[in-house]
């Protein structure tokens, strides 16, 4: 049975390394939940995803594996990546009908192998017609920019496993960076600051709730305390310890000086009529990594430039990616399209 088959609608799909939203034609946002997979070791049949199965991680027996299928943006496992989907879409719908169109956000980076895998993942699964849209023009039209206007403006969208910097103009991408270095990044990084510096070893889990609750880019007005639990690598033992937002800081350190480089670099490339439009417009920030506490300020220290937070920054790639499949023949210049063959 395709996966497409529970559909009468056609549906938007943001397959994000973190996370995956489907929005459905005539409805909006349907679903958003993890990209974890629970499934069984040796059948790999799936036992859980999305929120049920992040609630495992850390906590299961060995004959269950927990992953997350997309590493980077791209499809790491093409298998579970299929399943994963297609249980999420027994969640919003149950109607019979196969959906003719689907529109799938891709990072701008991505090579001509894993667009094709984006696609397959797609079309064997049962989908009519495939349309790939890259991710910071997704980001764009998410948060209301007229991408169709000869004026330039710069999005950078922080994902979980990629960050998206692109200067957009006349419905096309001029100049992008793309960068594997994101929210996942950041929280790897806490993880081996707190083993190399304390002797602790923590979850993903737990240093992801640091990352939110206390990380940060620049000083904070006033530094937060918080209780880290974990294991201690010298004993073994369960262990607590006090760190500060000064801590985490120090952590974050190399993934945020390498979001601030990759902008530069944009900015180095970029066309000077181009140029002038930015000055005057700034920086767009979408994506989770848009809400960490002080990027925008430092961003803005670093380039001189205006630099916006989008009003809902989690949701800007869904928003657009759905924009464009309501309205697919006013953005049909910006897509790529694939049919099954």
């Excluded at 902008?263 to 005057?280: G, H, S, W, Y």
């Amino acid at each position: 049975m395709g996966l497409f088959n529970f559909f009468s609608n056609d549906v938007a799909i943001d397959l994000g390394t973190a996370n995956t939203l489907i929005w459905m034609k005539g409805k909006g946002i349907v679903l958003d939940e993890p990209s974890i997979v629970a499934f069984d070791s040796t059948t790999k049949h799936i036992i859980a995803i999305g929120h049920e199965a992040k609630a495992m991680t850390g906590k299961t027996h060995r004959g269950i594996k927990i992953i997350r299928p997309l590493r980077d943006g791209a499809i790491a496992d093409f298998e579970i990546t299929e399943g994963m989907l297609r249980a999420f879409i027994r969640k919003v719908s149950m109607s019979w009908q196969p959906a003719r169109r689907v529109v799938v956000c891709v990072p701008s980076g991505i090579t001509e192998v894993e667009k094709r895998a984006v696609r397959d993942s797609c079309e064997h699964a049962g989908a009519k017609e495939v349309h790939l849209i890259a991710e910071p023009m997704a980001s764009a039209i998410g948060i209301g920019l007229n991408v169709h206007d000869p004026v330039g403006n710069l999005i950078v969208d922080i994902g979980g496993g990629t960050t998206e910097i692109a200067v957009i103009a006349l419905s096309g991408i001029v100049s992008d960076e793309s960068i594997r270095t994101a929210g996942d990044e950041m929280t790897e990084s806490i993880v081996q600051f707190f083993r190399s510096s304390n002797n602790l070893r923590i979850g993903d889990r737990t240093a992801e709730m640091l990352k939110c609750q206390v990380g940060s880019a620049m000083p904070l007005e006033e530094e937060i305390l918080i209780e880290v639990k974990g294991q201690d690598l010298v004993h073994g033992i369960p262990k607590m310890i006090q760190v500060s937002s000064v801590d985490i800081r120090k952590a974050l350190t190399k993934p945020i000086n390498e979001i601030v480089q990759a902008v530069l670099r944009l900015l180095e490339r970029t066309p000077p009529e181009l140029a002038a439009d930015i000055f005057d417009r700034g920086i767009m920030l979408t994506g989770g990594g848009a809400l960490l506490k002080g990027l925008d300020e430092r961003l803005r220290s670093e380039t001189s430039l205006p630099v916006h937070v989008a009003e809902d920054p989690l949701l800007a790639v869904v928003k657009g990616t759905g924009i464009v499949l309501d309205n697919l023949s006013e953005y049909s210049n910006v897509v790529i399209k694939s049919s099954r063959f």
